[in-house]
């Protein structure tokens, strides 16, 4: 007769995760109360914590801006009933584990500022209850996974910075609910995918420093909701699609170091007549004096570990 293995107690996991990460050289602040028996799990520093069927599960674990938490990625795979990782800002490197999509209930992720390494795992795709993805300013390197498509709840997607190559993959136009795409400063290639158009709800678009090309679909024109395009610093051709500037809710459409063309005309021509066509758009079509503030601005999500970290 086979027994089932018996589960690694949320307490011990932590335990391992101090021990490995670094912790003894922690700041107070980050591990005040850990590893202390007499200390409920939800009073050491950064841990959410609730009772199910008399015993203490982790919910979340809020570790943002802790420099000293040093090693590979934790193992907090054990924990299979959290819900939110904040990793922002810490020291940690080497690959991100394919066991990541074991966590299936999930729904914050933010690893940014890190060195993580070896690609984004196929298995994040499992992440299914994932609403908000922070993986910017890691040198990730790879192509975005195909999996991402089953990522269906999905409204945040922030992966600048990663050295990512290769095309966006068409199979993301299955996340109708994104609000965020941010895939800046990587090395992408091919075209905007007109898949990105069925996206009702994408409220900034930022593609800005890749090496992508081709024309600009006109079915950007369906994303009602964009109040941010920014599309600088591609090699984008041909004529800017008149629903683009049509869309309705725009504030914001870089358009510099493009090939784009207006009437035939660079568009570093036809800053003016764009400007006089787009009332109330800031239309940027040259190098500004100041960079864009836009991988700081989270105004629009309130839920998880973002809302308790203001």
């Not at 709800?201 to 600009?216: E, H, V, W, Y």
């Amino acid at each position: 007769m086979k027994t089932s293995k018996s589960r690694t107690p949320d307490r011990d996991v932590l335990k391992g995760v101090f021990e490995t990460g670094g912790g003894p050289n922690w700041e107070v602040k980050y591990s005040e109360n850990w590893c202390k028996a007499e200390k409920s799990l939800g009073e050491w520093a950064g841990i959410e914590a609730g009772f199910a069927n008399g015993e203490e599960h982790v919910l979340e674990l809020i570790m943002r801006g802790n420099r000293m938490f040093t090693g590979p990625f934790p193992n907090l795979f054990p924990l299979v009933n959290l819900k939110s990782i904040d990793l922002d800002h810490c020291k940690l490197s080497g690959p991100i584990p394919k066991e990541i999509g074991n966590l299936i209930h999930l729904t914050y992720l933010n690893l940014s500022f890190n060195e993580f390494t070896g690609g984004i795992p196929e298995e994040i795709g499992n992440l299914q209850y994932l609403t908000f993805l922070n993986l910017n300013r890691n040198p990730l390197g790879g192509k975005i996974p195909t999996t991402i498509q089953y990522m269906s709840n999905l409204e945040y997607l922030w992966m600048a910075n990663c050295q990512l190559t290769g095309p966006i993959p068409l199979e993301i136009g299955h996340l109708t609910e994104l609000r965020d795409l941010i895939l800046c400063e990587n090395k992408l290639t091919g075209k905007i995918p007109h898949e990105i158009g069925v996206m009702s709800k994408l409220d900034r678009l930022i593609l800005s420093m890749n090496d992508m090309s081709g024309r600009i679909p006109a079915s950007l024109g369906q994303c009602k909701a964009l109040t941010l395009l920014y599309l600088d610093r591609n090699n984008f051709t041909s004529q800017l699609p008149v629903e683009v500037a049509e869309l309705p809710n725009l504030q914001e459409l870089w358009l510099y170091r493009t090939n784009i063309t207006i009437d035939g005309q660079p568009v570093s021509k036809r800053g003016q007549f764009l400007s006089d066509r787009l009332p109330g758009v800031e239309v940027v079509v040259e190098q500004p004096s100041t960079p864009s503030k836009v991988l700081v601005r989270k105004d629009n999500y309130t839920g998880g570990a973002e809302s308790r970290m203001r």
